[in-house]
């Protein structure tokens, strides 16, 4: 074949996606390893929720429900907003996808930091679009530097809140005043995947920044089901907004893009509010003692809003993490995000923790670290 590629489609580095973890057990002669490197939820999904997927299995000779119906209605009531506010996206990075879809056209430009989501930028790349890519300043987002970016080509702003990885938020008051400070012309995406371990507190207000505010830029919230409510396999987002910006998302958005499983999930795991937030609270819990327990072995976590957090050892991470590999514990290095001395943590079941901990304090001592 001799077939033409445009030069920004060509120049894009895949998504590098990781390996199953029964193929790491055989590659390296492992039983039993422990991944503690996506930042999934440990405990699983509600009961409710794995009921509603077997009750779904008898429709699926049957399209799913296009519009997301009861969803979108259970998500409405529970976030206080209207129901065509509200867009559904196979993970919440299909929402992100759809706001790339209908706003960037080649040349325009959108801003991200680094590090953060790759796909902000990915998407913007199949696009043509250019990315403005703004480095964290102490571990956060720099939304002074955010804002001087901002051009007349700028359509689109991506800020995680809490960032992946480094587990930092931003005040309300912070957005707040930023948000004040940018043009009505373009879209600010506050991406809130970890939003659920926050403190209330620290939340951004959402029913009240989607809302038309004359002289103001658009918001966007993006939410998932794939930490808190432990549903990362069946890929469930959504985002808030107003709905001039949904209206025009729904244009891109393809038919039937959530599946009947995701769909009847969310909607009974919405509704469980014991279950989630019995989760939330262990994991709370289990992230504040494991950070005291790898402080006492002589290394420093960061502070975290999430289900995960940093860890640096003062030392090549890089070769830890593949020592812990070969002891069946799979943990994220960080020296891709340029952070060489550290390493990323999910927040795992007692057990798993445990054994981190103990695979951790081993090789700190092989590696001559600790």
Known sequence: MNIAIPAHIEAIVPYPPGKPLEEIERQYGLKNAIKLASNENP???????????????????????????????????????????IVLGNGSNEVIEFLVKAYVNEDDEVITSHPSFLMYSKFVQIKGGVNRVVPLRDMAHDLDAIAAQVTERTRLVFIDNPNNPTGSALSPELFASFLDGLPDTIIVII????????????????????????????????RTFSKAYGLAGLRAGYGLMHESIAAILNKVRQPFNVNSFALAAAHAAIHDRHYYNTVVS??????????RRVEELGCNPYPSHTNFFLINIHDDAATLCEAMLH????????????????????????????????????????CGYG
């Open 43 to 85: 405990f699983g999904p509600s009961p409710k929720a794995l009921q509603a997927i077997q009750n779904a299995m008898t429709g699926l000779h049957r399209y799913p429900d296009g519009s997301g119906y009861y969803l979108v209605r259970a998500l409405a009531e529970h976030h206080q907003v209207e129901p065509n506010q």
């Open 191 to 222: 991406d809130e995947a970890y939003a659920d371990f926050m403190e209330a507190a620290l939340r951004v207000p959402c029913k009240e920044l989607i809302s038309d505010q004359p002289g103001r830029c658009g918001v966007v919230c993006l």
């Open 282 to 291: 262990r994991i709370t819990e289990a992230k504040e003692q494991l950070m």
């Open 327 to 366: 002891s069946g514990v799979i943990v994220r290095p960080m020296s891709s995000y340029g952070f060489t001395n550290c390493f990323r943590i999910s927040v795992g079941t007692d057990t798993e923790n445990e054994r981190f901990l103990e695979v951790l304090s081993h090789c700190l001592k092989v």
